[in-house]
Protein backbone atom coordinates (compact mmCIF):
# COMPACT_ATOMS: atom_id res chain seq x y z
CA UNK A 1 0.00 0.00 0.00
CA UNK A 2 1.68 3.12 -0.86
CA UNK A 3 0.83 6.71 0.33
CA UNK A 4 0.14 7.66 -3.16
CA UNK A 5 -2.32 5.49 -3.57
CA UNK A 6 -4.44 6.25 -0.64
CA UNK A 7 -3.91 9.95 -2.05
CA UNK A 8 -5.63 8.53 -4.52
CA UNK A 9 -8.17 7.25 -2.38
CA UNK A 10 -8.44 10.26 -0.47
CA UNK A 11 -9.30 12.24 -3.75
CA UNK A 12 -12.33 9.74 -4.43
CA UNK A 13 -13.48 10.20 -1.08
CA UNK A 14 -13.53 13.43 -1.34
CA UNK A 15 -14.98 14.13 -4.45
CA UNK A 16 -17.48 11.00 -4.88
CA UNK A 17 -16.76 10.74 -8.65
CA UNK A 18 -14.23 9.37 -10.66
CA UNK A 19 -13.66 11.80 -13.15
CA UNK A 20 -13.70 14.70 -10.89
CA UNK A 21 -11.04 13.31 -8.76
CA UNK A 22 -9.10 12.16 -11.68
CA UNK A 23 -9.19 15.27 -13.11
CA UNK A 24 -8.27 17.05 -9.63
CA UNK A 25 -4.75 14.09 -9.49
CA UNK A 26 -3.95 15.49 -12.73
CA UNK A 27 -4.34 11.29 -14.07
CA UNK A 28 -6.75 9.71 -16.48
CA UNK A 29 -9.90 7.89 -15.04
CA UNK A 30 -8.60 4.84 -16.61
CA UNK A 31 -5.30 4.72 -14.41
CA UNK A 32 -7.24 5.66 -11.24
CA UNK A 33 -9.73 3.26 -11.49
CA UNK A 34 -6.90 0.39 -12.43
CA UNK A 35 -5.17 2.05 -8.62
CA UNK A 36 -8.91 1.77 -6.88
CA UNK A 37 -9.51 -1.43 -8.16
CA UNK A 38 -5.61 -2.68 -6.85
CA UNK A 39 -6.14 -1.35 -3.81
CA UNK A 40 -9.28 -2.87 -2.93
CA UNK A 41 -7.90 -6.50 -4.30
CA UNK A 42 -4.86 -5.92 -2.09
CA UNK A 43 -7.10 -4.61 1.30
CA UNK A 44 -9.53 -7.75 0.31
CA UNK A 45 -12.53 -5.23 1.22
CA UNK A 46 -15.13 -3.45 -1.28
CA UNK A 47 -14.10 0.30 -0.50
CA UNK A 48 -16.87 2.12 -3.15
CA UNK A 49 -20.33 1.31 -4.08
CA UNK A 50 -20.00 2.64 -7.43
CA UNK A 51 -23.59 4.51 -8.56
CA UNK A 52 -24.05 6.24 -11.78
CA UNK A 53 -23.22 9.59 -11.22
CA UNK A 54 -22.02 9.05 -7.67
CA UNK A 55 -19.04 7.09 -5.66
CA UNK A 56 -19.76 6.14 -1.73
CA UNK A 57 -18.01 5.49 0.64
CA UNK A 58 -18.49 1.57 2.51
CA UNK A 59 -18.03 0.45 6.04
CA UNK A 60 -14.39 -0.87 4.98
CA UNK A 61 -14.09 2.58 2.79
CA UNK A 62 -14.91 5.10 5.71
CA UNK A 63 -12.29 2.59 8.36
CA UNK A 64 -9.77 3.16 5.47
CA UNK A 65 -10.48 7.21 5.17
CA UNK A 66 -9.76 7.68 8.41
CA UNK A 67 -6.30 5.48 8.75
CA UNK A 68 -5.43 7.04 5.10
CA UNK A 69 -5.60 10.24 6.65
CA UNK A 70 -3.47 9.65 9.75
CA UNK A 71 -1.05 8.00 7.50
CA UNK A 72 -0.84 10.73 4.73
CA UNK A 73 -0.50 13.86 7.74
CA UNK A 74 2.07 11.40 9.29
CA UNK A 75 3.70 11.42 6.10
CA UNK A 76 3.87 14.85 5.59
CA UNK A 77 4.60 15.38 8.85
CA UNK A 78 8.26 13.03 8.69
CA UNK A 79 9.08 14.80 5.50
CA UNK A 80 8.84 17.72 6.73
CA UNK A 81 10.97 17.16 10.32
CA UNK A 82 13.50 15.23 8.03
CA UNK A 83 13.70 18.86 5.59
CA UNK A 84 13.99 20.78 9.30
CA UNK A 85 16.86 19.22 10.15
CA UNK A 86 19.34 21.16 8.06
CA UNK A 87 18.03 24.64 9.56
CA UNK A 88 16.66 25.11 12.86
CA UNK A 89 14.70 28.48 12.98
CA UNK A 90 12.34 26.61 10.60
CA UNK A 91 9.85 23.80 10.68
CA UNK A 92 6.40 23.47 11.96
CA UNK A 93 5.06 22.56 15.64
CA UNK A 94 1.85 20.42 16.02
CA UNK A 95 0.35 21.50 18.90
CA UNK A 96 -3.30 19.81 20.29
CA UNK A 97 -5.68 21.56 23.48
CA UNK A 98 -8.87 20.71 25.05
CA UNK A 99 -10.86 23.78 25.79
CA UNK A 100 -9.20 25.64 28.61
CA UNK A 101 -7.86 29.30 29.56
CA UNK A 102 -4.63 27.56 29.91
CA UNK A 103 -3.76 27.69 26.07
CA UNK A 104 -3.32 31.29 27.28
CA UNK A 105 0.21 30.28 28.47
CA UNK A 106 1.31 28.21 25.64
CA UNK A 107 0.15 31.47 23.37
CA UNK A 108 1.96 33.99 25.36
CA UNK A 109 5.08 31.02 24.88
CA UNK A 110 4.56 31.13 21.45
CA UNK A 111 4.41 34.59 20.70
CA UNK A 112 8.21 34.80 23.00
CA UNK A 113 9.46 32.08 20.70
CA UNK A 114 8.16 33.64 17.75
CA UNK A 115 10.77 36.40 18.54
CA UNK A 116 13.61 34.09 18.29
CA UNK A 117 12.38 31.91 15.58
CA UNK A 118 9.43 33.96 13.26
CA UNK A 119 9.77 31.35 10.72
CA UNK A 120 8.39 28.56 12.30
CA UNK A 121 4.96 27.73 11.60
CA UNK A 122 2.23 26.35 14.07
CA UNK A 123 -0.21 23.86 13.78
CA UNK A 124 -3.49 23.82 16.32
CA UNK A 125 -5.99 20.99 16.81
CA UNK A 126 -8.62 21.56 19.59
CA UNK A 127 -10.18 18.44 21.38
CA UNK A 128 -10.78 16.74 24.39
CA UNK A 129 -8.12 15.00 26.27
CA UNK A 130 -8.76 11.61 24.33
CA UNK A 131 -8.54 12.92 21.16
CA UNK A 132 -5.25 14.59 22.13
CA UNK A 133 -4.38 11.42 23.47
CA UNK A 134 -4.75 9.51 20.60
CA UNK A 135 -3.13 12.01 17.59
CA UNK A 136 0.05 12.36 20.05
CA UNK A 137 0.26 8.22 20.60
CA UNK A 138 0.08 7.88 16.41
CA UNK A 139 2.44 10.79 16.23
CA UNK A 140 0.41 13.73 15.07
CA UNK A 141 0.40 16.37 17.47
CA UNK A 142 4.14 17.25 19.54
CA UNK A 143 2.45 18.48 22.32
CA UNK A 144 -0.60 18.30 23.95
CA UNK A 145 -2.80 20.61 26.60
CA UNK A 146 -5.12 18.60 29.04
CA UNK A 147 -7.20 19.14 31.62
CA UNK A 148 -6.84 16.96 34.44
CA UNK A 149 -8.10 14.28 35.65
CA UNK A 150 -6.52 12.56 33.00
CA UNK A 151 -4.15 9.78 32.34
CA UNK A 152 -0.74 10.76 31.86
CA UNK A 153 1.60 7.93 33.23
CA UNK A 154 3.02 7.25 29.55
CA UNK A 155 3.85 10.80 28.75
CA UNK A 156 6.52 13.55 30.19
CA UNK A 157 4.75 16.44 31.39
CA UNK A 158 4.63 20.00 32.84
CA UNK A 159 1.83 20.92 35.07
CA UNK A 160 1.09 24.43 35.05
CA UNK A 161 0.19 26.98 37.27
CA UNK A 162 -3.51 27.03 36.15
CA UNK A 163 -6.56 25.45 37.27
CA UNK A 164 -9.77 25.57 35.77
CA UNK A 165 -13.24 26.16 37.95
CA UNK A 166 -15.78 24.07 37.85
CA UNK A 167 -19.56 25.06 37.68
CA UNK A 168 -22.63 25.61 35.50
CA UNK A 169 -24.08 27.72 31.95
CA UNK A 170 -26.87 29.14 32.55
CA UNK A 171 -29.80 31.19 30.71
CA UNK A 172 -29.47 35.20 32.20
CA UNK A 173 -33.32 34.60 32.33
CA UNK A 174 -33.29 31.36 34.41
CA UNK A 175 -33.94 31.22 38.18
CA UNK A 176 -30.07 29.79 38.80
CA UNK A 177 -28.68 33.28 37.33
CA UNK A 178 -29.48 35.97 40.26
CA UNK A 179 -26.98 32.85 42.68
CA UNK A 180 -23.92 33.86 43.36
CA UNK A 181 -22.67 29.72 43.29
CA UNK A 182 -24.75 26.51 42.88
CA UNK A 183 -25.25 23.18 45.07
CA UNK A 184 -25.90 19.90 44.00
CA UNK A 185 -29.55 20.66 45.15
CA UNK A 186 -29.81 23.39 43.40
CA UNK A 187 -29.53 21.31 40.17
CA UNK A 188 -31.38 18.23 40.58
CA UNK A 189 -34.21 17.54 38.29
CA UNK A 190 -33.04 20.52 35.78
CA UNK A 191 -32.24 19.45 32.09
CA UNK A 192 -28.03 19.05 32.25
CA UNK A 193 -25.56 18.76 29.62
CA UNK A 194 -22.18 16.95 30.96
CA UNK A 195 -19.07 16.34 29.39
CA UNK A 196 -18.69 13.15 27.46
CA UNK A 197 -15.58 12.18 28.69
CA UNK A 198 -15.98 9.20 31.76
CA UNK A 199 -13.15 10.08 33.95
CA UNK A 200 -14.39 13.09 33.98
CA UNK A 201 -17.46 12.34 34.73
CA UNK A 202 -16.28 10.40 37.88
CA UNK A 203 -15.09 13.45 39.39
CA UNK A 204 -18.18 15.46 38.70
CA UNK A 205 -19.78 12.37 40.55
CA UNK A 206 -17.74 12.78 43.09
CA UNK A 207 -18.44 16.20 44.10
CA UNK A 208 -22.19 15.70 43.92
CA UNK A 209 -22.47 12.64 45.80
CA UNK A 210 -25.30 10.62 46.43
CA UNK A 211 -27.31 13.14 44.16
CA UNK A 212 -25.54 12.58 41.03
CA UNK A 213 -28.25 9.57 40.46
CA UNK A 214 -30.86 12.14 40.42
CA UNK A 215 -29.43 13.99 37.71
CA UNK A 216 -31.02 14.40 34.71
CA UNK A 217 -28.65 14.22 32.11
CA UNK A 218 -30.23 14.83 28.52
CA UNK A 219 -27.28 15.47 26.67
CA UNK A 220 -23.37 15.11 26.44
CA UNK A 221 -20.76 16.74 24.55
CA UNK A 222 -16.89 17.05 23.89
CA UNK A 223 -16.57 20.66 23.23
CA UNK A 224 -18.42 23.18 25.04
CA UNK A 225 -19.45 25.89 22.01
CA UNK A 226 -22.18 23.47 20.40
CA UNK A 227 -23.43 22.99 23.99
CA UNK A 228 -23.18 26.36 24.75
CA UNK A 229 -25.80 27.21 21.92
CA UNK A 230 -28.33 25.10 23.80
CA UNK A 231 -28.42 26.46 26.24
CA UNK A 232 -28.54 30.15 24.79
CA UNK A 233 -31.78 28.23 23.29
CA UNK A 234 -33.07 27.50 26.64
CA UNK A 235 -33.04 23.80 26.36
CA UNK A 236 -30.13 22.91 29.20
CA UNK A 237 -27.94 23.79 31.47
CA UNK A 238 -24.00 22.81 30.37
CA UNK A 239 -21.74 21.71 33.41
CA UNK A 240 -18.08 23.15 32.42
CA UNK A 241 -15.40 25.43 32.74
CA UNK A 242 -14.95 29.20 33.79
CA UNK A 243 -14.74 31.92 31.37
CA UNK A 244 -14.64 29.68 28.33
CA UNK A 245 -17.76 31.13 26.58
CA UNK A 246 -18.33 35.32 26.63
CA UNK A 247 -21.25 36.16 28.90
CA UNK A 248 -20.79 39.56 28.63
CA UNK A 249 -22.54 42.30 26.53
CA UNK A 250 -25.51 41.20 24.72
CA UNK A 251 -24.88 37.26 25.73
CA UNK A 252 -27.90 35.54 27.10
CA UNK A 253 -25.53 33.48 29.44
CA UNK A 254 -24.20 33.42 32.70
CA UNK A 255 -21.43 30.85 34.27
CA UNK A 256 -22.43 30.31 37.83
CA UNK A 257 -19.58 28.48 40.06
CA UNK A 258 -20.17 25.35 41.97
CA UNK A 259 -20.05 25.39 45.83
CA UNK A 260 -18.74 23.62 47.38
CA UNK A 261 -15.89 24.84 44.57
CA UNK A 262 -14.60 22.39 42.52
CA UNK A 263 -11.34 22.85 40.52
CA UNK A 264 -9.14 20.83 37.86
CA UNK A 265 -5.17 21.28 37.09
CA UNK A 266 -3.93 21.63 33.65
CA UNK A 267 -0.83 19.66 32.18
CA UNK A 268 1.32 19.67 28.83
CA UNK A 269 2.49 16.41 27.80
CA UNK A 270 4.24 14.62 25.23
CA UNK A 271 5.27 11.65 24.36
CA UNK A 272 8.25 10.07 26.37
CA UNK A 273 11.86 8.85 24.73
CA UNK A 274 10.27 11.26 21.40
CA UNK A 275 13.00 12.47 19.02
CA UNK A 276 11.65 15.81 18.35
CA UNK A 277 12.47 18.12 15.25
CA UNK A 278 14.39 20.74 16.34
CA UNK A 279 11.69 23.53 16.59
CA UNK A 280 9.68 21.61 18.83
CA UNK A 281 12.74 20.64 20.92
CA UNK A 282 13.49 24.07 21.43
CA UNK A 283 10.25 24.90 22.10
CA UNK A 284 10.05 22.29 24.91
CA UNK A 285 12.99 23.40 26.32
CA UNK A 286 11.85 26.72 26.45
CA UNK A 287 8.51 25.73 28.18
CA UNK A 288 10.74 24.14 31.10
CA UNK A 289 12.80 26.85 31.59
CA UNK A 290 10.31 29.33 31.32
CA UNK A 291 7.80 27.56 33.84
CA UNK A 292 10.75 26.75 36.47
CA UNK A 293 10.91 30.76 36.84
Known amino acids: MEIRTLKYFLAVA ?5 TRAAKFLHI ?11 LEEELDAQLFIRGKNR ?12 RAEEIVDLAK ?20 SGETNAMHIIARMIREFKQDYPQIKYNLFSGNADDIKERIDKGLIDIGLLTEPVDIEKYEFIRLPHHEVWGILAPK ?3 LASKESVTPQDLIDLPLLSTRRMIVQ ?13 LNIIATYNLIYNAA ?7 GYAICFEKLINNLGDSNTCFIPFSPSLKTG ?7 HQIFSPATSRFIEKLKMSLKK
Request: glycine share 6%; hydrophobic share 35%.
Open 55 to 66: IVLTDEGMLLRR
Open 202 to 214: NEIANWFGEDYER
Open 173 to 175: DSE
Open 28 to 38: TQPTLSRQLMQ
Open 14 to 18: REENI
Open 266 to 272: TVVVWKK
Open 229 to 235: ILVEEGI
Open 77 to 96: KTEKEFLERNDLVTGEIFIG
